[in-house]
Nanobody, 122 residues
Framework: QVQLVESGGGLVQAGGSLRLSCTASGRALSTYAIGWFRQAPGQEREFVASINWSGGSTYYTDSVKGRFTISRDNAKNTVYLQMNSLKPEDTAVYYC???????????????WGQGTQVTVSS
């Protein structure tokens, strides 16, 4: 089973940018589609974006379209989430997760990272 570790979170002012990384070990990341999710305090976890195994197909929730970009480098066993024009409502713990199959918010995301905190100040 693949193990995932997120990094790159931090504190940023509204309008700023961050790039999150999701690095895999244990199995080749190219085996999996990868999704990014987030959970704010007191709220349910929500889907943010996903990317298929090759990087040729991506999918975003409406609230981040045009601001966030998901990409991957299978040679580095890493998936990225570039977040631009950040808003206070983007504040959350961000998680990456793996699944077999294609992009989309659904499916069995079997392995999860521990999360990285993103805080956007107004």
């Amino acid at each position: 089973q693949v193990q995932l570790v997120e990094s790159g979170g931090g504190l940023v002012q509204a309008g700023g940018s961050l790039r999150l990384s999701c690095t895999a070990s244990g199995r080749a990341l190219s085996t999996y589609a990868i999704g990014w999710f987030r959970q704010a305090p007191g709220q349910e976890r929500e889907f943010v974006a996903s990317i298929n195994w090759s990087g040729g197909s991506t999918y975003y929730t409406d609230s981040v379209k045009g601001r966030f970009t998901i990409s991957r480098d299978n040679a580095k066993n890493t998936v990225y989430l570039q977040m631009n024009s950040l808003k206070p409502e983007d504040t959350a713990v961000y998680y990456c997760a793996s699944k077999f199959g294609g992009v989309g918010a659904g499916g069995d995301f079997g392995s999860w990272g521990q999360g990285t905190q993103v805080t956007v100040s107004s």
